[in-house]
């Protein structure tokens, strides 16, 4: 079988001018640019289906933060794994965002395996190339690789559609079904539903509504709430000036990378509070009045932070699904709702139990570059 590599990546085209400042709105854009790509992405998602249909794996590879953004996602295959460690084989699909300088280890690329590359830009027979338009629009390209990924995700799952075959997609561990659905398929090695009522998904359907809702969020988050945002950066500026501390917290697959090995880390310390998990330990720090704590959370309010981070006089503002109902937004509280859905994953299959396609990492991210932005305009 001969090798296939698709690469995801901005070009080094120059940015555009007239860029809108807010960040939200800048991936708002790389979205719709994304969205003229989808149309080419139908033939390798095709090839990538046969082989999957074939019995060939899927795997993620490369940029760690990429890696976990795909794989144990709400409305993302269940069958996806990371490929750190294993030998790959011609009949295997690779989605792979590829670290700094684009490089590739060679075996990879002897492999013979499928191979869908983020990140890097390689021109050559059975290449398929794809923006992420990180440059053109200004954003994090750790972030923006997650646009095409996940754009490619649902071309791939309407692929396999087309082919009679329905895989498996994870449920938010939110939701009351999703750890069971874990235990009925993923603990069992099931990837694959052998019943189904999903009629062939037509090419550009999901990866379109991914755009549609996603965008949809993001507008609602810059209307609803540009001034908490506006707010929670002016309080980071000034705690910036003060030298009090200033924390972001996160939890999810993006994250922490995106605050810890970005410019964000440069101006908050990164740190994991993982709210609404009680099994997961939260950090034991020490707060100071003045203080400015940021929470980049899912879909339960930090319960722990905000009593402690408040009888200590710091400020905390969190972006959650749902609001802490003792802590409504106030002079020293303030909660951000990033407006996606409790199921997180956002596109709608006819036939299928659960939506596809997770949103919260793009808009998450997108939140948080917003709150860095403004905090280092402020400051």
């Known amino acids: ?33 994304a969205r003229a790509d989808i149309v080419r992405m139908r033939k390798p998602a095709e090839q990538a289906a046969e082989r999957m249909a074939g019995g060939g794996r899927l795997l993620a590879g490369g940029n760690a933060a990429f890696v976990s953004e795909l794989c144990g996602r709400a409305g993302g295959f269940m069958q996806i794994k990371s490929a750190d460690g294993l030998s790959l084989t011609p009949d295997d699909v690779v989605l792979i965002a590829a670290e700094a300088g684009g490089a590739l280890p060679r075996s990879l690329l002897e492999s013979g395996a499928l191979r869908v590359v983020f990140g890097a830009n390689a021109e050559r027979p059975g290449t398929f190339s794809f923006s992420n338009y990180a440059t053109e629009t200004d954003i994090s390209p750790t972030l923006a690789n997650a646009i095409p990924g996940w754009l490619f ?104 990378a995106e605050v810890a090995e970005t410019a964000i880390g440069q101006v908050f310390e990164s740190a994991v509070w993982n709210s609404g998990f009680i099994s ?84 998450n991210g997108a939140i948080a570059w917003e709150i860095h932005r403004v905090t280092s305009e402020s400051h």
């Not at 189904?196 to 509504?209: C, E, K």
Request: hydrophobic share 45%.
């Open 1 to 33: 079988m001969t090798a296939l590599i698709i690469y995801c990546a901005s070009f080094g085209a120059a940015p555009v001018a007239a860029l809108p400042e807010s960040f939200l709105l800048r991936v708002e854009h790389a979205l719709e640019l």
């Open 153 to 256: 995700t649902g071309e791939l799952i309407a692929a396999l559609t087309r082919l009679g075959k329905m895989p498996v997609l994870y449920e938010s561990i939110g939701l009351y079904g999703g750890f069971s659905r874990m235990q009925q398929f993923g603990q069992q090695g099931v990837y694959w539903h052998e019943n189904h009522h999903v009629p062939p998904v037509a090419p550009g359907v999901l990866a379109n509504g991914y755009v549609d809702a996603v965008t949809a969020m993001l507008r609602r988050v810059e209307q609803e709430e540009r001034g908490d945002i506006d707010r929670a950066g002016t309080w980071s500026a000034q705690a910036a000036k003060d030298g009090k501390r200033l924390i972001m917290y996160s939890m999810g697959h993006l994250f922490p």
């Open 280 to 363: 997961h330990t939260p950090p034991d720090h020490d707060y100071a009045a003045g203080d400015v704590l940021i929470h980049i959370g899912y879909q339960h309010p930090p319960y722990r932070l905000l009593p402690k981070a408040r009888a200590a006089g710091a400020r905390v503002a969190y972006v959650d699904i749902l609001r802490h109902r003792d802590y409504p937004t106030g002079t020293d509280v303030i909660w951000i709702d990033p407006m996606w859905p409790w199921s997180d994953a956002c596109v709608a299959i006819e036939g299928y139990d659960v939506p596809a396609l997770a949103a919260s990492g793009v808009v």
